[in-house]
């Protein structure tokens, strides 16, 4: 395929974002080249969008972290022309352009064959995820697979109680209801979006709460326990409210920060109940582990997605980009090149 001189990208500036055209001459270097199908907006890329210098530490920059599409040149022998890919990396749309663009060059170490499914003789696990289910999952979806796994591995059992998911109808928090609902666990989730109660049930909580249920005032080292366990997306007192309101030995994992960065608590919810925070970061997930998770979730955690992704083109994404920097998106917004 003979590339153009220029495509098109939404560029983060100094003074702002918007969609331009952006020259291959101007990409970073990489052994691939990917044209783009889908990307995905990510609350992390709203940041870049608006020039925030935590995460994106170069500008002008194309911000986007999820990108999938087709190799249309290689130097690296793992990746062939025609092959369909996904690209990630902890770099990727923070220090090195990134995927809201048409065209992406990247090492071909952040390039990843399409998950795979199973051989088995079931239909839902014996195929690859298309570009657009791999996409809709993509880092958020990604991340909450992450979060119920540590839940798993610390025993907690859909027995043992009530699990509760912040944020919950945020990229992230959307996947972590469906997914602990798929292995059975009781899914309490918190939302700031009455509107979206009846979704959330439909994709599996089994009661919603409102947000300030989950943000205690009171100051008390320790509340009432309830939760077995949680996945908290948005940080700060929503944070500590869980952790001071979690069961004995219960497991908390964190990923967001949408509430605040601060986490304002007393260490007795560890010493006195024995609670476990797990962190969660996506981007620090090496090559062979990003394969098998990624291979759990086209296999026994594959899931029906319909009716939680937006499509929305380049030229309506910076609209998309104000309503998720607003907290006002429910689901996943995809992005079709
Ligand atoms: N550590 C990692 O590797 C990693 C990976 C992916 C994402 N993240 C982080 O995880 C968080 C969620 O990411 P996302 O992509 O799911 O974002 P998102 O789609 O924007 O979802 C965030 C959700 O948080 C809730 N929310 C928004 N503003 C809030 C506020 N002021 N107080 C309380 N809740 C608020 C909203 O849900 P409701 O209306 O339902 O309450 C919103 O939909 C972000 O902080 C992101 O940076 C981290």
Redesign the pocket.
């Known amino acids: 395929m003979s590339l153009p001189e220029k495509f098109r990208a939404l560029v983060a500036t100094e003074s702002g974002f918007g969609i331009e055209e952006f020259g291959f001459v101007d990409l970073d270097l990489g052994d691939v080249i990917v044209k783009v199908k889908y990307s995905a907006?990510?609350?992390?890329?709203?940041?870049a969008a608006n020039g925030n210098r935590g995460v994106a530490t170069k500008l002008p920059l194309i911000p986007g972290?999820d990108a999938v599409g087709e190799v249309v040149e290689s130097s690296d022998f793992r990746h062939s022309i025609g092959q369909q890919v996904l690209v990630g990396h902890a770099d990727f749309g923070t220090a090195h352009h990134g995927a809201m663009a048409e065209f992406v060059r990247v090492p071909g170490d952040w390039v990843y064959a399409l998950p795979q499914g199973s051989r088995g003789s079931s239909e839902i696990t014996s195929k690859s995820l298309d570009l657009k289910t791999t996409v809709t999952w993509g880092?958020?979806g990604?991340?909450?697979a992450?979060s119920v796994e540590k839940i798993v591995e610390h025993g907690i059992k859909p027995d043992t109680g009530e699990v509760l998911v912040?944020?919950?109808?945020?990229?992230?928090?959307?996947?972590a209801v469906k997914l602990l609902a798929k292995l059975g666990y009781k899914v309490v989730?918190?939302?700031?979006?009455t509107e979206?109660h009846g979704w959330?049930v439909e994709n599996g909580a089994s009661e919603i709460l409102t947000?300030q249920d989950i943000?205690d005032m009171s100051g008390k080292p320790l509340l009432k326990s309830r939760w077995a366990a949680a996945v908290d997306?948005?940080?700060?007192n929503?944070l500590a409210t869980v952790l001071r309101s979690t069961q004995p030995y219960g497991c908390v994992t964190?990923?967001?920060?949408?509430?605040?960065n601060e986490l304002p608590i007393t260490v007795y919810p560890f010493i006195l109940r024995g609670i476990t925070l797990c962190?969660?970061?996506?981007?620090?997930v090496d090559r062979d582990s990003r394969i098998g998770l990624w291979g759990k979730i086209a296999q026994q955690w594959n899931m029906d997605l319909s009716g939680i992704a937006t499509e929305v083109t380049l030229d309506e994404l910076p609209d998309a980009i104000a309503q998720?920097?607003?907290?006002?998106?429910?689901?996943?917004?995809i992005v079709k090149m």
Do not use: H, P
């Open positions: 907006l990510n609350f992390k890329d709203s940041l972290i880092t958020a990604f991340t909450a992450q912040t944020g919950a109808t945020g990229g992230v928090g959307i996947f989730a918190s939302t700031g979006k979206r959330l947000r943000s997306t948005v940080g700060g929503t964190a990923c967001g920060l949408v509430a605040g962190g969660i970061s996506s981007a620090l998720i920097t607003n907290g006002n998106i429910a689901g996943r917004t």
